[in-house]
């Protein structure tokens, strides 16, 4: 996957290949995993140790949540 225009700005072209993109998709995802295990972590941390509702992480895992499920759809019915 190859944007002509990024390329030429970045000189990615002699540089990043096929296997570059995928490497990145797969440590950006990796890492999202891991982020998204932190932050359930810290929830139930806030619920079991100090006995209150953390809303605010509750609304940051629904936002990852709802972008997830949504790119998962644009991108099947787009492709």
Request: aromatic share 10%; with cysteine.
């Amino acid at each position: 996957m190859n944007h002509p225009v990024l390329n030429r700005i970045l000189m990615l072209d002699h540089v990043a290949d096929e296997r570059y993109c995928q490497h990145q998709r797969r440590s950006t995802s990796a890492a999202a995993i891991v982020g998204t295990l932190t932050l359930f972590a810290l929830i139930e941390y806030r619920l079991l140790v100090e006995h209150r509702v953390p809303w605010d992480l509750i609304w940051v895992i629904n936002a990852m949540g709802a972008t997830k499920i949504g790119l998962m759809l644009w991108y099947r019915f787009r492709n």
